[in-house]
Structure formats: C-alpha cells, structure tokens
C-alpha cells in the first residue's frame, strides 16, 4: 500500500511539472464564447494563402518556434520596445513576415465578430491558423486543442531552438526536453514537406556529403548561385504530403538535420515507414502538433490573458 502510495504522488508530481500537464485545454472550448471561431480563422488563413504562396509554410514555423520556446502562448509575437524579444534573436530573424501576418489578419477577423472580440487568445488563433495552413495545403485536418493564454514575456536570450547541423542525438535531446519522443520528432520534421531554407543552412553540405546525392548537390549548387535559397521538399515544395520522406530516402533532404533521420539507423525505420504509408505519417503528425501545442500552456492563474493585439502585451 505504501508502495502504491508512493507511485500515486509520483505520478502526480511529475504531471504537475512535465511540459504536457494542461488541464484546461479542450477542443470546443470557444463553443459557446465564438461560436464561428474556426469557420472565421480558416477563412481568413485561404485568403492569406491566396495573397502568398509563403503563409502557411511561415505559419507552420511559427507555430513551432512559438511552442518551443516559453511555451505555446504567442511569446514569439510580441514587439518590445526596448528590443528585447523572442524574435529579434537570430534563430527567430529568418521567421517569415508572411507567418505573422496571417496570424494578425485572423485576429482581426476573429475581432471583427462582436461575440468574438478580444475573447480568444492570439496563441489559440496561431494554433487554429496552423491546422488550416496544414490542412489547405493538402495535409490532414485535425481537431485543435484550445484556451490557451497568451504569455506576457517574450526575451531574446530565452530562445533555444534546434540547429539544421543537429545529429539524431541532438534532436531527440531537444525534443525530449520539451516532452516530445523521438516518434514525435521524426513525424514533426515532417513539416519541412513545406516551405524552403536559405543557403546559409545548408551550403556546407554542398561540398560532397556522402550523404547528399551528387545530382541534387549540383542543381542546389546553381539554386545557391541564383535565388540563395531551395525548397525543403525539391519534390512538391507546397504541398503537404510524404515525399519529405521519400526524398530522405533518395538523399535528396536538403537540411543536414533531416537527412540524418535517414542516415541513422536509429530512426531510418521510421522515414521508410512514412516515405511508405502517408496516412502513417498524417496520423503521427498529428499526435504530434496536439503534443506540441501542449508544451507549456498558460493560464490566467499563470500569467496568461487574451492579447487585444498580437503584437503587443495588454
Ligand atoms: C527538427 C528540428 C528542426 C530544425 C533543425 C529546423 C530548421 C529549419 C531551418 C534551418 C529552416 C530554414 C529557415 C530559413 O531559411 O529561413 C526551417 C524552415 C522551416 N521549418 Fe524547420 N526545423 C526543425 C523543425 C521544424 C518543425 C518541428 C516544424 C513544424 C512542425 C518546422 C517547420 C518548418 C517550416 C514549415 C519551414 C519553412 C519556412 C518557410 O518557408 O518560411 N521545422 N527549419
């Protein structure tokens, strides 16, 4: 018995203080606070993508890097006067413009209902704006965890986020820090089916990684000569879908970090798996993104409140 005791409290203090413990998050909980929330965001998110083939990559991004850091609470959104913010560290400065507007434009549709305005959190509306980005984008359609607040605090040197040299190692200790498994890493680096990445990132592989197929190497060589940047996913750059995985296969993974999930043996089962069986890789990427979109919520009694502007605590 007091053995089992033992296991209860344990099981409870580490509840308590894993990134994952959020008891407040539900998927209908604007149901009866705005009513028309999602058909609101994802309106607004097809016409941000209709004005820029970048949104719902910059979006995806945006979600991540907000989540990782300080938690999902739209930490990395806010301005400080002072200079200090999430985003203005280096990680953060290559963030697309495009990802923010969306974000603000949902907001401003979301306020544009008079049941809805100022009453739903611009973390929430991220989350939202991500599924959609997603989903238009030919990836699955998923039910959103939601009632998260938005953080007050947004630092530069709170940023920590994974480097595109990371090994396996690197990644599955960064993941886990944040309470996600190595599965969980594997099916969310899968968001690099969309989108593109700066030469800067990935021009020291250029050079002849064994890795790297020679074909591709050399028409990356001419992308980097050109347009200084290529896309993630050479194969169907906005599309969401598994060829992410069937181009790792093919040595044609663009980031150093993402080919590695072939290279090593540890995690080559699983690209097979979803180079394979895209439903596989629809449904572990959306364990994952409800995983992530858990990491450290917040809540009134923790400081959180509903931004009246993304951009700017109240
Ligand atoms: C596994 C560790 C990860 C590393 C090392 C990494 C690194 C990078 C790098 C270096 C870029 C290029 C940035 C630029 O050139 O501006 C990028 C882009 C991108 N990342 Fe990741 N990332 C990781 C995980 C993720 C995750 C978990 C997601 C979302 C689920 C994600 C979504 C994206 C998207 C959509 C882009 C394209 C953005 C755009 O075109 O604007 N990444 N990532």
Same mark, same amino acid.
């Given at each position: 018995?007091r053995?089992?005791?033992?296991? &209860?409290?344990?099981a409870?203090?580490?509840?308590?203080?894993?990134?994952?413990?959020?008891?407040q998050?539900?998927?209908?909980y604007?149901?009866?606070?705005?009513?028309?929330?999602?058909?609101?965001?994802r309106?607004?998110v097809?016409?941000?993508?209709?004005?820029?083939?970048i949104?719902?990559?910059?979006?995806?991004?945006?979600?991540?890097?907000?989540?990782?850091?300080?938690?999902?609470?739209a930490?990395?959104?806010?301005?400080? *006067?002072?200079?200090?913010?999430?985003?203005?560290n280096?990680?953060?400065?290559?963030?697309?413009?495009e990802?923010?507007t969306? &974000?603000?434009?949902?907001?401003?549709? &979301?306020?544009?209902?008079?049941?809805?305005?100022?009453?739903?959190?611009?973390?929430?509306i991220?989350?939202?704006?991500?599924?959609d980005?997603?989903?238009?984008?030919?990836?699955?359609?998923?039910?959103?965890?939601?009632?998260?607040?938005?953080?007050?605090?947004?630092?530069?040197?709170?940023?920590?986020?994974?480097? $595109?040299?990371?090994?396996?190692?690197?990644?599955?200790?960064?993941?886990?820090?944040?309470g996600l498994? *190595?599965?969980?890493? &594997?099916?969310?680096?899968?968001g690099?089916t969309i989108g593109?990445?700066?030469?800067?990132?990935? $021009?020291?592989r250029?050079?002849?990684?064994?890795?790297?197929?020679?074909?591709?190497a050399?028409?990356?060589?001419?992308?980097c000569?050109?347009?200084?940047f290529?896309?993630?996913?050479?194969?169907?750059?906005?599309?969401?879908?598994?060829a992410?995985?069937q181009?790792?296969?093919?040595?044609?993974?663009?980031?150093?970090?993402?080919?590695t999930?072939?290279s090593?043996?540890r995690?080559?089962g699983l690209?097979?798996?979803?180079?394979?069986n895209? $439903?596989a890789?629809?449904?572990?990427?959306?364990?994952?993104?409800t995983?992530?979109g858990?990491v450290?919520v917040?809540?009134?009694?923790?400081?959180?409140?509903?931004r009246?502007?993304?951009?700017? *605590?109240?």
């Amino acid at each position: 018995m007091r053995s089992f005791h033992f296991v &209860v409290v344990l099981a409870l203090a580490v509840a308590i203080s894993s990134p994952l413990a959020v008891a407040q998050l539900k998927q209908n909980y604007y149901a009866s606070i705005c009513p028309n929330l999602e058909n609101i965001v994802r309106g607004s998110v097809q016409r941000s993508m209709q004005q820029s083939p970048i949104a719902a990559p910059a979006t995806l991004r945006l979600f991540f890097h907000d989540c990782a850091v300080r938690g999902c609470d739209a930490s990395v959104m806010i301005i400080n *006067p002072n200079g200090d913010d999430e985003w203005r560290n280096p990680d953060d400065q290559t963030l697309k413009p495009e990802g923010f507007t969306t &974000v603000i434009a949902a907001k401003a549709a &979301v306020d544009s209902d008079p049941q809805c305005r100022n009453r739903v959190s611009c973390a929430d509306i991220l989350a939202l704006a991500t599924r959609d980005s997603v989903f238009l984008s030919g990836g699955p359609d998923y039910a959103v965890e939601l009632g998260r607040f938005d953080g007050r605090v947004s630092t530069r040197n709170s940023v920590n986020l994974p480097h $595109g040299n990371f090994n396996l190692d690197q990644l599955t200790g960064y993941f886990g820090s944040l309470g996600l498994s *190595p599965t969980d890493m &594997v099916a969310l680096s899968g968001g690099h089916t969309i989108g593109a990445a700066s030469c800067s990132f990935f $021009g020291y592989r250029l050079g002849g990684d064994p890795t790297m197929d020679p074909n591709f190497a050399a028409m990356l060589r001419g992308s980097c000569g050109s347009s200084g940047f290529a896309f993630l996913d050479a194969a169907t750059p906005l599309r969401f879908d598994n060829a992410f995985y069937q181009n790792l296969r093919a040595g044609r993974g663009l980031l150093g970090s993402d080919q590695t999930l072939y290279s090593d043996p540890r995690s080559r089962g699983l690209v097979d798996r979803y180079a394979a069986n895209q $439903g596989a890789f629809f449904n572990d990427f959306v364990a994952a993104m409800t995983k992530l979109g858990r990491v450290g919520v917040k809540s009134p009694a923790t400081g959180g409140e509903i931004r009246r502007d993304c951009r700017f *605590p109240n």
